[in-house]
């Protein structure tokens, strides 16, 4: 088995055009989120020296569609892969029709409880968060193995204190920076959209995140090794903005940042004691949110 040194976290893609993140160890890999489809998300397993064969559980944080994908759910079924999600994400899983049922007859589906941890992989415990989001329930995870620590919150229009203190001593930190508050004013999106991506139930701006970030920084120090920006807006961020919103964030620290894109995978992140510094990836050309 991996020891703490050799466990690994990836980012596949991040953004409006799908989401998925793996956590590698001995035991295997841990997906979270699975919203591309099956033959793009085997090309990104791919891409980072993966496949199916090494996936192992899958985790869901909200059934909007660009975190889950029916025609992969239907992969994970056929090849017996357990998928841990909120008992109240049924209602949208059952959408899938056949592939839902055949996902409770295989007793592949298998129920978390917010703010209770669960073992979705063997050494890797992971607690769900509730979090502010118009998908009701949207979790963040905090994830734990031996040595390290993962806090993951994709989607979220308000970062509140209780998100803070599950993160508190966290290694590795992905944190979404959707948009710049001022681009996203003045887009030329319908209102009603700008005020849902602006609203507490939306998503975090640049801003808001490197506030929050700053708050950890405060409370963890110097645990926190790693930030990985998430689910940026093509349309109404750039990723040099919200590189420099974190920096404010870390001036003085040793933190590195890697900023996700949609379609070209982060590096590997060393887990445990060992420190690779990786370049933040540009966000290429996808869907925006």
Same mark, same amino acid.
């Given at each position: 088995?991996? &020891?703490?040194?050799?466990?690994?976290?990836?980012?596949?893609?991040?953004?409006?055009?799908?989401?998925?993140?793996?956590?590698?160890?001995?035991?295997?890999?841990?997906?979270?989120?699975?919203?591309?489809?099956?033959?793009?998300?085997?090309? #990104?397993? #791919?891409?980072?020296?993966?496949?199916?064969? /090494?996936?192992?559980?899958?985790?869901?944080?909200?059934?909007?569609?660009?975190?889950?994908?029916?025609?992969?759910?239907?992969? $994970?079924?056929?090849?017996?892969?357990?998928?841990?999600?909120?008992?109240?994400?049924?209602?949208?899983?059952?959408?899938?029709?056949?592939?839902?049922?055949?996902?409770?007859?295989?007793?592949?589906? #298998?129920?978390?409880? *917010?703010?209770?941890?669960?073992?979705? $992989?063997?050494?890797?415990? =992971?607690?769900?968060?509730?979090?502010?989001?118009?998908?009701?329930?949207?979790?963040?995870?905090?994830?734990?193995?031996?040595?390290?620590?993962?806090?993951?919150?994709?989607?979220?229009?308000?970062?509140?204190?209780?998100?803070?203190? =599950?993160?508190?001593?966290?290694?590795?930190?992905?944190?979404?920076?959707?948009?710049?508050?001022?681009?996203?004013?003045?887009? /030329?999106?319908?209102?009603?959209?700008?005020?849902?991506?602006?609203?507490?139930?939306?998503?975090?701006?640049?801003?808001?995140?490197?506030?929050?970030?700053?708050?950890?920084?405060?409370?963890?120090?110097?645990?926190?090794?790693?930030? *990985?920006?998430?689910?940026?807006?093509?349309?109404?961020?750039?990723?040099? $903005?919200?590189? =420099?919103?974190?920096?404010?964030?870390?001036?003085?620290?040793?933190?590195?940042?890697?900023?996700?894109?949609?379609?070209?995978?982060?590096?590997?992140?060393?887990?445990?004691?060992?420190?690779?510094?990786?370049? =933040?990836?540009?966000?290429?050309?996808?869907? &925006?949110?």
């Amino acid at each position: 088995m991996r &020891d703490a040194r050799s466990c690994r976290f990836v980012v596949l893609a991040s953004g409006s055009g799908g989401n998925a993140a793996v956590i590698e160890t001995g035991a295997g890999c841990l997906l979270v989120d699975f919203g591309l489809p099956p033959r793009t998300l085997e090309r #990104k397993l #791919k891409m980072v020296g993966l496949g199916w064969s /090494r996936i192992r559980v899958a985790v869901l944080t909200h059934t909007h569609s660009d975190h889950w994908k029916r025609e992969t759910l239907s992969k $994970l079924v056929e090849l017996g892969i357990p998928v841990f999600s909120h008992p109240d994400h049924c209602y949208d899983l059952a959408r899938a029709g056949d592939t839902f049922a055949e996902l409770k007859r295989k007793e592949l589906l #298998k129920p978390f409880a *917010v703010n209770r941890p669960f073992e979705p $992989l063997n050494g890797v415990s =992971a607690l769900p968060i509730a979090v502010p989001h118009d998908s009701d329930p949207t979790v963040a995870f905090r994830l734990d193995g031996d040595g390290w620590a993962i806090g993951y919150a994709a989607d979220l229009g308000t970062a509140r204190p209780d998100l803070l203190a =599950a993160f508190d001593g966290v290694t590795v930190l992905g944190l979404e920076f959707n948009h710049d508050e001022q681009m996203q004013r003045t887009s /030329r999106r319908p209102a009603f959209l700008i005020e849902r991506v602006l609203g507490d139930r939306g998503h975090l701006s640049n801003g808001q995140a490197a506030g929050f970030l700053s708050r950890m920084i405060e409370r963890c120090g110097e645990k926190l090794r790693h930030v *990985v920006q998430l689910h940026l807006s093509r349309e109404c961020n750039r990723p040099a $903005l919200a590189a =420099a919103a974190a920096r404010t964030a870390i001036a003085g620290t040793s933190i590195e940042i890697t900023t996700a894109g949609q379609d070209i995978p982060t590096p590997f992140l060393p887990l445990g004691q060992t420190r690779v510094a990786s370049q =933040a990836q540009p966000l290429l050309p996808g869907l &925006d949110l």
